[in-house]
């Protein structure tokens, strides 16, 4: 059996625009695997196919060697859990709220219900708050559990977002992006951060890691996958791809304008 998720020559096309041409790629259990690419490479069209908001064109998906047609609804369900490009907390819930709600699946009566008034068991909500509480002191950020997401910096409303998304205790967490808006030393913790994700005793999980910022997916990446014009243009490990000159070309050129930029 094949497992963790996997893509077959997946296609995806916006009118006359090809974003993805026959892309395939693995990411096993406990691996962190990072597509990276230039602008407009076709990396969050991939992110999106995989969270069900783009369905793509041509190919296919499995979990575990079964057939997956992802929903967003559904993915915390199936053991999948995802950031997004900026933090996409609710301004209107405190942050440890914030953090229950991305765990709400794995109450039986649920959070959500309990949000809207309606009739909940206290001690799946007890079990609730002391699991997000765990979680927000595993990332450092405890201490902010009753702020306001929108009052905090960028670099910790991003770990709440991060926070959010462990909750769920996904085996496969989807990261599009997680470094942009951080600056250096910010980069260089949350590098440290993901790369102990698939060793957590508690809940050890797969990540996925769509990333523009170079330094960042080749210090944590076992595998990276490169993406130019939609097609994979490169893919083995951080050392491989950086010595393809195909990469250098597409990539790493541009990539040291755009860094001055
Ligand atoms: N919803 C859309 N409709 C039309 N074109 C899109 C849409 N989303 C992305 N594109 C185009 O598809 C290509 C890939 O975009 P994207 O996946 O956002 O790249 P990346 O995340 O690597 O910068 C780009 O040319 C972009 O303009
Ligand atoms: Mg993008």
Do not use: W
Request: proline share 7%; with cysteine.
């Amino acid at each position: 059996m094949e497992e963790g998720l996997a893509l077959h020559h997946i296609g995806v096309r916006f009118g006359g625009l090809t974003a993805l041409d026959d892309v395939s790629l693995r990411v096993p259990p406990g691996r962190v695997v990072g597509v990276i690419g230039p602008n407009g490479a076709g990396k969050t069209t991939l992110f999106n196919v995989i969270c069900g908001f783009v369905a793509p064109e041509t190919g296919s998906i499995t979990l575990d060697g079964r057939p997956l047609r992802p929903r967003p609804h559904r993915l915390t369900r199936l053991g999948i859990a995802r950031t997004l490009q900026g933090t996409g907390l609710f301004a209107g819930l405190t942050v440890l709220e914030n953090v229950m709600a991305g765990a709400s699946h794995t109450a039986r009566a649920g959070f959500l219900p309990a949000l809207l008034g309606l009739p909940r068991s206290d001690r799946d909500e007890a079990r609730l708050r002391r699991h997000a509480l765990d979680v927000l002191d595993e990332l450092g950020v405890a201490a902010h559990a009753d702020a306001a997401p929108g009052t905090l910096p960028f670099a910790v409303r991003q770990r709440v977002a991060l926070a959010r998304a462990f909750a769920a205790r996904p085996r496969l967490l989807l990261l599009d992006e997680p470094a942009g808006g951080l600056g250096g030393e910010d980069i260089a913790e949350l590098a440290q951060l993901i790369r102990q994700l698939p060793q957590r005793a508690a809940d050890p999980c797969a990540v996925l890691l769509v990333e523009h910022h170079m330094d960042l997916v080749m210090s944590v990446c076992d595998e990276l996958v490169v993406l130019d014009f939609g097609r994979v243009i490169a893919a083995g490990t951080p050392d491989e791809v950086r010595d393809d000159p195909a990469v250098t070309d597409a990539y790493l050129g541009a990539s040291v304008d755009e860094a001055a930029a």
